[in-house]
């Protein structure tokens, strides 16, 4: 069985977190941490919010 492959995390500033952030996320800023996340954790519910959306658009 292969093994999987998991890219090494990015170290961002909060400008560039800004930058690169998609609308379905958000940015948690803490004292030590700079962290993105997605809004809705749940990704059954984020596709079907993205399919609501596509059929208002």
């Known amino acids: ?14 400008e560039e977190c800004m930058e690169y952030i998609q609308q379905d996320e958000c940015i948690e800023v803490t004292p030590n941490f700079i962290r993105m996340r997605k809004v809705i954790l749940d990704e059954h519910e984020r596709n079907r919010i993205a399919k609501s959306m596509k059929s208002e658009a």
């Open 1 to 14: 069985m292969p093994k999987a492959c998991i890219a090494p995390k990015t170290l961002l500033t909060l």
